[in-house]
């Protein structure tokens, strides 16, 4: 089945939980399910919040190619961001514009790229350094043109403090146009690009607090990162433009969509956990997106009175140790994962009022906390439309595929 999202109906959050579980009686869990009226419905939104600004779709967060084309189908959404060569090059097949977010080091694949012409037309790989360039020209020796985009970093400085991921080693306007002479005049790579991740405005909830500090503190933050990151990017676009003809400035991340798209420097957003709306975003005061994946879980024991357990359950997501990487009970209402075990290799329990209601065979659903990690769980994601399950739909897993 070709995924279509104009053929989604209009997505109400009121009984939504209900309708997975009827659409899907007839299965048995564990299994992730994907509604496509909340899919189309936060594909729609996102494209609404970039206001004009085009959608690059950020691969890693969805991790099944079939979901991949059906949003790329939709307008406003141009374009994947890769995690990796191997993956570029891959997607490369089937859609026209593919950007690598990350640097590579794999011979291998720089070898397939270096020999496919599709492939050296539709791929962008990243770059922040001349070692990264030198590594490219010892693997494959008089190669033929490749397209290379360049990453500023994004993260908020003052003095030892620092908020943001590490990534980019250029942090200056200067440092970046240094590197951009370096490419244009290097044979073999042709610069097309520029990108800069926000990751902390786009993928830090600013309706919560952070650690030790209330979200007051987190707008604060990125308040004044976004005006840091704003005129060190102009600067820097503006010194990479007198060298290079830039067909894009790639920036932002789902949670930063309408204040990256903001900013005059920027061209495209790339953007991809508020598709699936993984429990992660549920904290962002200006936009909410539909649980639109989530995964069932059978109930195969009664260990005591308001408690049962389910089978499996641990997927938790990568990041720091902390308890919102967990998974978090969605439904049924009145419980919630057991804290003295936590989500388990082979078994979760969760206790509350609603546990002594179930019976064995029942369901409960759960929401991840990281949008694309599910599917590195699963071969298959059950695609659900109103209350019937109307196809099935491949993960990377599922084509014999891994992200990492």
């Known amino acids: 089945m070709v995924l279509e999202l104009d053929a989604a109906r209009p997505w109400s959050a009121r009984g939504h939980w209900e309708r997975m579980d009827a659409a899907t009686a007839d299965l048995d869990g564990p299994f992730a399910a994907l509604s496509l009226d909340a899919l189309a419905h936060n594909a729609r939104a996102m494209v609404a919040r970039a206001a004009g600004t ?3 779709l950020a691969s890693k967060s969805v991790r099944s190619r079939s979901v991949i084309e ?44 270096a020999a496919d012409e599709r492939a050296l037309a539709r791929v962008t790989i990243m770059v922040d350094s001349v070692e990264q360039l030198e590594l490219i020209d010892a693997v494959v020796p008089g190669h033929p043109e490749i397209r290379v985009a360049l990453e500023l970093d994004a993260a908020l400085e003052v003095g030892p403090w620092r908020a943001g991921v590490l990534r980019s080693p250029l942090r200056s306007p200067g440092e970046l146009a240094g590197l951009a002479r370096t490419v244009v005049d290097r044979p073999g790579f042709r610069l097309v690009g520029v990108m800069s991740y926000e990751a902390q405005i786009a993928g830090v909830q600013d309706g919560r607090r952070r650690g030790g500090s209330p979200a007051f503190m987190v707008r604060a933050m990125q308040r004044i990162s976004s005006a840091d990151l704003r005129e060190r990017r102009a600067a820097a676009v503006a010194a990479v433009r007198q060298l290079a003809p830039l067909e894009f400035v790639n920036g932002g991340g789902t949670g930063s969509i309408e204040a990256t798209a903001a900013d005059p420097a920027v061209t495209e957003i790339g953007a991809g956990s508020g598709l699936f709306g993984a429990h992660l975003f549920d904290d962002y005061r200006g936009f909410t997106p539909a649980p639109a994946l989530a995964f069932a879980l059978p109930v195969v024991r009664r260990p005591g009175r308001g408690i049962v357990t389910l089978l499996g359950g641990g997927w938790v997501a990568s990041g720091p140790r902390v308890v919102d990487r967990d998974p978090v009970v969605a439904w049924p209402e009145g419980l919630s994962i057991h804290p003295g075990e936590g989500p388990g290799e082979v078994q979760t329990p969760v206790r509350g009022p609603a546990a002594d209601r179930m019976r064995l065979g029942d369901r409960v659903w759960l929401r991840h906390a990281k949008a694309g990690e599910l599917c590195e769980r699963t071969d298959l994601l059950h695609l659900v439309a109103g209350d019937q ?16």
């Open 389 to 404: 399950v109307v196809s099935t739909l491949p993960t990377y897993r599922g084509e014999g595929r891994k992200l990492l």
């Open 70 to 113: 059906a949003v790329l189908a939709t307008p406003g959404w141009h374009g994947v961001l890769a995690a990796t060569l191997p993956e570029a090059l891959w997607l490369s097949q089937t859609v026209d514009d593919v950007l690598l977010g990350y640097p590579t080091v794999d011979r291998t694949a720089l070898r397939a790229l």
């Open 54 to 56: 085009r959608l690059r």
